[in-house]
Structures are given as C-alpha cells and as structure tokens.
C-alpha cells in the first residue's frame, strides 16, 4: 500500500519537484538542448510529470495512460530537434529526484516502512522505464514520418531501418 502522502506530496509539490529536476539538469552540460531553455520552462517541462506519476501510484499502472503521455513527450521533443539520448537521461533525472525524495523524506524507520519504500521505488522505477519505452517509441514515430513526409524517404529505405512497430500503422 502506497502512503497517501507520497500522492499528495507529488501533486501538490511538482513544482518543487521540477525545481530539484532542473538543478541537475544545469548541472549535467551533456545535456544541451535542455540547458538551452530557460529555469521557467525547464520547470513547466517537467512540473507534469509528478501528478501523473502520484494518480499511477495511487490507481495502479495504466499502461494505456502513461503511454499516451510519454508517446506524446517523445514526438514532441524529436519535433523541438531534441536528441533522444538527452530525453531520456532527463526522465531518469526525474527518476532520480523523486527517489531521492522517498529515500529521505520518508526514509524507513522499521521493517514494514522499508518494505513500503521498497515497493514505492519498484513502482516509481517501473513508471519510468515504461516511461522510457514510449518515450522512445513516439520519439522514433515522429521521426518516422518526418522522414517519410518531409525528407521524402522511401517506404521501403525507411522499413529496413525502422523496424519498430509504430502505433499509426495497422496490425496485421
């Protein structure tokens, strides 16, 4: 079970959150695209993340949810001319900043809590790498069809190297 007030605190704090993330992201220069925005819109970047984050914790992981969001993050940074290595590792800064949080605002005090914070880290961790995913997925589809549109790009050069299966094409 999920400690409410782990919920409540990444709703109601996600700017604080966002305050945290942009501090490491200044503080990583391998970074360049995100370095590049400013403090305000670095924050309102990743402001959306925790209450998106505390209602997964909160309803369970839906994967239907969690993917709409991150898809539309990757397609929306590939579009912006972000690398998608610098998404990525950005995602695991906000990773790291709500860990971080759990590991020493509610540090475990006896077994039960340990085993709670345990779980909390899993979900959290299984959010992200899903996060990740399609991330990585919307990121490759946007590219996809900025290659196939803009670039004019052949089908058949862009199904040898895109092997993925893209959420725009039909099942078979």
């Known amino acids: 079970m999920i400690d409410h ?6 709703t109601l704090r996600s700017r604080d ?11 990583n220069p391998q970074l360049k695209h995100y370095n590049e925005m400013s403090d305000e819109a670095l924050i309102l970047a990743d402001a959306v993340f925790y209450p998106l984050l505390a209602r997964i ?20 940074r590939m579009k912006e001319g972000f690398p998608v290595s ?9 990773q790291q900043v709500v860990i971080q949080f759990i590991m020493t605002e509610y540090a475990p005090e006896n077994p039960v809590q340990m085993y709670q914070s345990m779980d909390v880290i899993t979900r959290i961790s299984e959010f992200f790498l899903l ?15 900025s290659m196939s549109s803009s670039d004019k790009v ?13 959420f725009f094409k039909k099942d078979q």
Request: aromatic share 16%.
């Open 5 to 10: 007030n782990i919920i409540d605190t990444l």
């Open 57 to 76: 914790l909160d309803r369970g992981l839906d994967r239907s949810e969690v993917g709409d969001f991150f898809v539309k993050l990757g397609k929306g």
């Open 154 to 166: 052949s089908e058949e050069l862009l199904k040898k190297y895109f092997k993925d299966d893209f």
């Open 86 to 94: 610098e998404v990525i590792y950005a995602c695991n800064l906000a």
């Open 131 to 145: 996060g990740s995913f399609y991330t990585t997925k919307g990121f490759l589809e946007a590219t996809y069809t």
């Open 17 to 27: 959150f966002a305050l945290r993330w942009k501090e490491k992201i200044r503080q």
